[in-house]
T-cell receptor, first 112, second 115 residues
Framework: DAKTTQPPSMDCAEGRAANLPCNHS???????VYWYRQIHSQGPQYIIH???NNETNEMASLIITEDRKSSTLILPHATLRDTAVYYC?????????????FGQGTTLQVKP | GAVVSQHPSRVICKSGTSVKIECRSL??????MFWYRQFPKQSLMLMAT?????????EQGVEKDKFLINHASLTLSTLTVTSAHPEDSSFYIC???????????FGQGTRLTVV
């Protein structure tokens, strides 16, 4: 899997946008960027994924830079329930079967 | 999103006994399922890849004779922790990917405590 780098922790005020960065400078042309989050003592939850275009769904937006070497996950209006560990993952493009190698992720603390 | 159910959510067992954990895809067929282990304050570690109708592929350092995986149908994979020891106490999580998409969906996890 292409290596990703995320800050270990971030804080965000409730109601504000949370912008979580991820660097993946070794990403290949056919490799997607996936974001998952894990709330304490639960299984990870799929958030969003993208290849080169920006993506948006009901949970978040994903902004991928033009050179694809970095991306940002945006939670537009963070709530206390968004407190979790957020993982940015770039699976091996040759085996896009759902196999995920997790790094340490970013612990997002949403504060009132 | 698709639903993956894991059972049991919590189990306590005695040292030396075996424990079976089930992972079911409820609304889709999963040709591939994955098993992870997570120790406190650590990230998820992939243990093995389970393919329906064939032998599982284990990650380096994971004992295949200790962690038995069976993927007998397109909706069910099981992980059996054999001869469990206290050091096997952990949070075990499964995921499944469907035949129509590439994102994986995770079960709620199983907290195993070996006493």
């Amino acid at each position: 899997d292409a290596k990703t780098t995320q800050p270990p922790s971030m804080d965000c005020a409730e109601g504000r946008a949370a912008n979580l960065p991820c660097n993946h400078s070794t990403i290949s042309g056919n490799e997607y960027v996936y974001w998952y989050r894990q709330i304490h003592s639960q299984g990870p939850q799929y958030i969003i994924h993208g290849l080169k275009n920006n993506e948006t769904n009901e949970m978040a937006s994903l902004i991928i830079t033009e050179d694809r070497k970095s991306s940002t996950l945006i939670l537009p209006h963070a709530t206390l329930r968004d407190t979790a560990v957020y993982y940015c993952i770039v699976p091996d493009g040759s085996s896009n079967t759902g196999k995920l190698i997790f790094g340490q992720g970013t612990t997002l603390q949403v504060k009132p | 999103g698709a639903v993956v159910s894991q059972h049991p959510s919590r189990v306590i067992c005695k040292s030396g006994t075996s424990v079976k954990i089930e992972c079911r895809s409820l609304d889709f067929q999963a040709t591939t399922m994955f098993w992870y282990r997570q120790f406190p304050k650590q990230s998820l570690m992939l243990m093995a890849t389970s393919n329906e109708g064939s032998k599982a592929t284990y990650e380096q350092g994971v004992e295949k004779d200790k962690f038995l995986i069976n993927h007998a149908s397109l909706t069910l994979s099981t992980l059996t922790v054999t001869s469990a020891h206290p050091e096997d106490s952990s949070f075990y999580i499964c995921s499944a990917s469907s035949t129509w998409g590439t994102e994986a969906f995770f079960g709620q996890g199983t907290r195993l405590t070996v006493v």
